[in-house]
């Protein structure tokens, strides 16, 4: 059948009828194990009753009423929660409707912050090489994906880069991992000097690097140090967790592992967990501070931000995982995933690394393990690996991409937070067989 749905033309894909905890059920009744929650979305699994009556109540109430006239019970409860559990310093939520929402309101907060502070020559921006931060032109030109940006360049705007904090391939030989990370957070200082501190107004990276790279987390000591770049000159701290955050990495937000906290800090995939498209930005008091006391508002809106169905579904999302003790069980659940990986793919001969945090996993596809070459791309290694996942009844997020010259297969795993560890032996063996066949093919 010919599909109206753009990019769905030739390639008929199954059609999702049910989802039943762990498995997304199509319209032939074949079961897929979900290894990867879509794109690290689907936290609770799919067919999670508390979300579900959560959306059923407030549907039964009212659906909608506009932001500029009203405020809602979920909302409301949504914003205090998050930020009863949220960084130091955290103190107020902006609800959106996913994450390329949330990236550019924490962009356009940043900005304006410091036209309200009287800086207003501070304009520019800095994002790492390896980075996805969404897809609307203010995302994508904060993003440093070199294939996404590509198309549309003329319409970006300009962003400065630096490197990414990946050790498996940019570490030196005889570099302690601490000093690596040192080496590469200090390129953000020499860029902020060169730009002229005076200028620049935030730094935005992820705390665990998903799409790009397969879950990356930093070094130790590598976001503490730019933490005190940014401090030292001004600069704000946005932390992008769309899709390390909520748990994902087995505390709410990634960055507690890091020890610091952001200015401002992105969130959506988890929040909504796949029940509905809900982002957040949330920010500092001292952010939200100085607007209320200038201008008194953020210059910014959409029609369904704070939408009650979808603040609904997030406060039984963000309960779920607080009150069910999820992230715990997050870390128990990842730690058996990271030894039934290295049990599977330890010595594998083409599989290079297996990293990641809490359930945000992810291997690299290597030609040569000893010398890191990845496959030639011409293969697409990563699309057969997905095509072969799917014929065996799982869903997992390969992907492909070259940072700073250093070309990579990875495979993205970040399954829901109640997986069993029998789904994660069922999740390991069928990804063996799916990347077994990919090779051969
Ligand atoms: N930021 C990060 C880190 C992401 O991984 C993504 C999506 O993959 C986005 C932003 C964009 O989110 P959305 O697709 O909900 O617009």
């Known amino acids: 059948m010919t599909s109206r749905i753009f990019g769905r033309g030739a390639a008929a894909l199954p059609a999702a009828v049910r989802g039943e905890g762990c498995y997304i059920v199509d319209e032939a009744g074949r079961r897929y194990l979900d290894g ?10 799919h067919s999670d009753p508390d979300v579900r009556a959560a959306i059923h109540d407030q549907l039964d109430r009212i659906a909608f009423a506009h932001t500029g006239f009203f405020t809602s019970k979920a909302a409301e409860e949504l914003a205090d929660r998050l930020v009863a559990n949220a960084p130091e310093g ?3 939520v902006y609800l959106l409707s996913g994450g390329s929402e949330a990236v550019e309101a924490a962009i356009k907060l940043a900005r304006q912050y410091y036209l309200e502070i009287g800086q207003p020559e501070r304009r520019h921006l800095i994002a790492r090489r390896q980075s996805y931060h969404g897809n609307t032109l203010g995302a994508l030109a904060a993003g440093g994906n070199a294939w996404r940006r590509e198309k549309y360049q003329p319409l970006l705007v300009e962003t400065h880069h630096v490197a990414p904090c990946f050790e498996y391939h940019f570490r030196e030989e005889g570099e302690s991992a ?3 990370g040192q080496r590469v957070a200090n390129e953000l200082e020499t860029e902020i000097e060169r730009l002229g501190a005076e200028t620049v107004m935030a730094f ?3 705390p665990v690097v998903g799409a790009t790279a397969g879950a990356v987390p930093a070094v130790d000591g590598y976001f503490r140090r730019i933490r005190e770049i940014c401090d030292r000159h001004g600069v704000l701290l946005i932390l992008d967790e769309v899709m390390c955050g909520m748990g994902r990495t087995g505390t709410l937000f990634a960055c507690e592992q890091d020890g610091i906290a952001p200015d401002i800090v992105t969130i959506a995939k988890g929040l909504g967990a796949g029940y509905a498209p809900i982002g957040a930005m949330l920010c500092s008091d001292e952010i939200y501070g100085a607007i209320a006391s200038g201008s008194g508002s953020f210059q910014h809106g959409h029609t369904y931000h704070g939408h009650p169905l979808a603040a609904a579904a997030g406060k039984a999302v963000l309960d779920a995982i607080l009150d069910r003790d999820l992230l715990p069980r997050v870390r128990a659940r ?11 793919f330890g010595q594998h001969p083409h599989v290079g690394d297996i990293r990641g945090r809490g359930l945000f996993r992810g291997i690299e596809l290597v030609e040569d393990r000893s010398i890191k070459t990845s496959f030639d791309p011409a293969r697409k290694l990563h699309a057969k690996i ?3 996942a799917m014929a065996e009844g799982l869903i997992c997020y390969p992907a492909g991409g070259t940072v700073d010259g250093r070309r990579g297969d990875h495979v993205l795993l970040a399954p829901p937070f109640i997986i069993t560890e029998d789904q994660i032996g069922e999740l390991v063996g069928k990804l063996g067989r799916a990347i077994d066949t990919a090779l051969a093919a």
């Open 36 to 45: 990867s929650g879509g794109a690290a979305v689907s936290c609770l699994g």
């Open 90 to 92: 955290i103190g107020k």
């Open 178 to 180: 601490f000093d690596y």
């Open 204 to 206: 935005i990276a992820e």
């Open 334 to 344: 990842g730690e058996a995933l990271e030894a039934a990986l290295n049990a599977a």
């Open 386 to 388: 997905k095509a072969a």
